[in-house]
């Protein structure tokens, strides 16, 4: 901090405390200064964090966006001074940076752009400087900027958290107390345009047979004005995301996953509104992959199916005015899908298309106001070449606070609309909820919506429709510590579900849970819920029958050790017992982490579960849907694994094994009657029909990346996997793992190198 430029400028302090107290004087020991800078091409922080106990300051290194045991610093930009709209800048003591878009309370890391910052220590204590490039920002254009802005220090070793500015936890968000940042004049920020260009290079290896593949795409980013961006992705190349979290889905809904291709997940904010989109969608399973089998001809076979369509390309436009509307446009193309059959006999091949040429679309308009409300419509659209089914929503939605942010109003009001050939079929589905958010004490209802046609699932995901739910919620927490607890809260909770047509109850329930975190950072909590005997319309997969399923007890409790520790751990435990029946469920999970040194740090998972005695569904018949008493056991096992060169060199493992059993008894058989009881029958178990199943599943990563210059990475991964399923349900973990090891195993090489081009940088190359 001796550079002649930071000892002209005033300085930013006397910081407060936001936790776990609140608004207390920060440490004479600890004073903390930050001072801004500015030229033509980017804002500069400095900043100086003393501390009269230098080595106790936590240095764990960690990558980009993690944080784990370190000090950080941190500054919050809002560059239209709208109290809900801000990007988030963070660096560790250990010099990682983190980077986030913020929108009220909500912190979306996922969100990345190209900035720097370095730290030093001495025996005062440490510090940090920060170059932000107006790429890196949306603002207005206007001679002279008003921007607010929030610096926080966390100081780990003392439990403790302090911000530049005062915020009251007890009302409004955290974004609506930042200061003003004044000042900035007659700026020339330079053209926002950047290039991602990429290449990847792997050789996969499965039953023998080695394949190798090259391919190399671009992705852009481009500041269409000083508020707007465009991002594209060209041939884009998914091969290195991350696995699934597979399991063994005995439900009658698709199991959902999250989303680990960073283009659909950085700067999506506007996107998600509403919950209309899941962006597994684009990319997903063709429509027709289950066709692709029963159009199989005498002396046929099978001979390729893809599970997934291809992406092209992807584009999306967000932005916001200086009046606060957020505009964003979203645009995506799979390509045609084709599954190959082949005759046995000519040897000739033929194809059958399983998902046409599509396009997705989401457009948004967001109107923010008062600095605490909005209003949004969203449209929806998916369009399938030919004849095939597209799919259409539209949303409107609104959240308002009061002026004294202690009421909110917030609903939603949602129109679908699914073209089938021949159909076309149109749904309905609303929210609304009604919020005390003030104080310690608070409370609440709501009502949920939907009738028996909407359907948002060609881009969103949405398991139920036909219902008409009631809930109601009374809370109490503290916002400053007491003798024994840094915070504590407890809820109080009813819900009354109905179906809408027709007009019956399906369940209602009653239920507690508290939190609660100790002053020596010892976390519990837990959660239990009374519910009624319920009706399943969804378990028989029939429309218009239903299952009756007990009432039941769910008791659910955590405890999380201090993660400063070298040794911590996390434990939960669930038990659910079921009125007048002798079903029961149970699940454990052991979480121990260990931090070896601040370079080598690994947590390892343990998951136990059982389900017995459970009416589960079987098979249908024409005339009658078949149940079945069933038992499900199921151990997983994960390991996390980072060893860091540095704060941009890191070793990491990745590695989960998920094993489940689902067993019916042989004797318990069942037919579904029209009031939802179930009578016992004769079923034969036969080899075509068996509905036990084993399932085993291992997937192991190992990568090494290198963060070489700012926004470009080389990462080299390994990875296998292996895969068994069948209906050996009788079978323990130990042999199931036997078997498991006798399958293929698949094998991955792969290389992908990204590299960040600013135009800017290229243009001065040329010009010099």
Do not use: C
């Not at 080389?714 to 050996?728: T, V």
């Amino acid at each position: 901090m001796d550079d002649s430029i930071w000892e002209e400028l005033p300085e930013a302090s006397n910081f407060v405390m936001v936790q776990p107290g609140d608004g207390t004087p920060i440490r004479e020991t600890h004073k903390t200064f930050v001072k801004l800078a500015y030229d033509d091409e980017a804002i500069y922080v400095a900043a100086t964090m003393l501390d009269n106990e230098p080595n106790r300051i936590l240095r764990q290194f960690t990558q980009r966006d993690n944080v784990e045991q370190s000090d950080f610093f941190l500054i919050d930009i809002n560059t239209y001074n709208d109290g809900e709209n801000q990007t988030r800048f963070l660096i560790t003591s250990a010099g990682a940076i983190a980077d986030a878009k913020m929108s009220g309370n909500n912190e979306d890391y996922s969100y990345n752009v190209v900035w720097e910052g370095e730290i030093s220590f001495n025996d005062k204590g440490w510090y940090a400087e920060l170059k932000i490039p107006y790429a890196a920002l949306r603002f207005p254009k206007k001679d002279e900027q008003l921007w607010s802005i929030q610096f926080l220090r966390n100081i780990l070793h003392l439990n403790e958290v302090y911000t530049w500015n005062y915020i009251d936890k007890s009302i409004g968000k955290d974004t609506q107390y930042n200061g003003l940042l004044k000042g900035i004049k007659n700026i020339d920020p330079p053209v926002r345009l950047s290039f991602y260009p990429y290449a990847s290079a792997e050789v996969d290896n499965f039953q023998n047979n080695t394949i190798s593949n090259f391919s190399a795409g671009l992705d852009i980013k481009y500041g269409i004005s000083d508020a707007f961006t465009l991002d594209a992705t060209l041939i884009p190349d998914f091969g290195q995301t991350a696995f699934d979290a597979v399991e063994l889905n005995l439900g009658p809904f698709e199991q959902a996953f999250g989303e680990n291709r960073a283009f659909f997940t950085e700067g999506t904010e506007l996107f998600t509104k509403g919950n209309l989109f899941y962006s597994r969608r684009i990319g997903d399973t063709p429509l027709g992959f289950n066709n692709a089998q029963a159009a199989i001809l005498e002396n046929e076979i099978l001979v390729e199916n893809p599970e997934n369509t291809d992406l092209l390309n992807a584009i999306k436009i967000s932005g916001r005015t200086e009046n606060g509307l957020g505009v964003g446009f979203f645009n995506a193309i799979t390509s045609e899908t084709e599954a190959i059959i082949g005759d046995t006999l000519t040897g000739l091949n033929r194809t059958i298309i399983t998902e046409p040429f599509a396009n997705y679309n989401i457009i948004v308009l967001d109107q923010q106001y008062n600095q605490n409300s909005s209003i949004t419509l969203i449209n929806t659209n998916v369009t399938r070449n030919g004849h095939a089914r597209d799919g259409n929503v539209t949303g409107f939605l609104f959240d308002i606070n009061n002026k004294t942010n202690s009421f909110n109003y917030a609903g939603e009001a949602k129109m679908s609309n699914v073209n089938n050939p021949g159909q076309n079929i149109t749904g309905f589905a609303s929210e609304f909820s009604f919020d005390r958010t003030k104080g310690n004490f608070r409370y609440g209802i709501d009502h949920d919506f939907a009738n028996e046609t909407y359907d948002i699932n060609d881009l969103g995901l949405n398991f139920r429709n036909n219902y008409n739910n009631f809930g109601t919620n009374i809370s109490y927490e503290i916002f400053e510590p007491t003798k024994i607890l840094n915070k504590f809260s407890i809820r109080l909770f009813g819900d009354h579900r109905r179906r809408y047509k027709p007009n019956i109850e399906t369940e209602s329930a009653i239920g507690t849970n508290f939190f609660a975190v100790t002053l020596s950072r010892f976390a519990f909590g837990s959660f239990i819920k009374l519910n009624t005997e319920s009706k399943d319309f969804f378990e028989p997969r029939r429309e218009g029958k239903f299952v009756n399923y007990p009432g039941y007890t769910v008791i659910d409790g955590f405890i999380s050790s201090d993660y400063r520790q070298k040794f911590a751990y996390d434990v939960s435990m669930n038990y659910v017992s079921f009125f007048d029946s002798d079903r029961e469920n149970f699940r454990i999970n052991v979480s121990p982490r260990f931090r070896f040194s601040d370079q080598f740090s690994m947590i390892y998972n343990f998951r136990y579960s059982t389900s017995t005695n459970r009416n589960s569904f079987v098979t249908l018949e024409p005339r009658r849907e078949i149940f079945g008493l069933r038992d499900v056991k199921s151990i997983e096992n994960a390991i996390q694994a980072s060893y860091n060169f540095s704060t941009k060199q890191a070793l990491n493992l990745s590695f989960r094994n998920f094993w489940s059993v689902a067993n019916f008894e042989d004797s318990k058989f069942s037919s579904l009657l029209d009031n939802g009881d179930l009578a016992p029958i004769e079923y034969q178990v036969t080899q075509n029909n068996n509905p036990n199943a084993n399932f085993n599943i291992w997937n192991l990563d190992l990568s090494y990346s290198w963060q070489f210059a700012p926004g470009s990475e080389a990462i080299l991964l390994y990875r296998n996997s292996i895969f068994n399923f069948d209906k050996q349900s009788d079978i323990e973990f130990t042999e199931s793992s036997q078997n498991l090891f006798n399958q293929d195993l698949r094998q991955n090489l792969s290389l992908r190198l990204v590299y960040f081009i600013d135009y800017n940088n290229v243009k001065n190359i040329f010009k010099g």
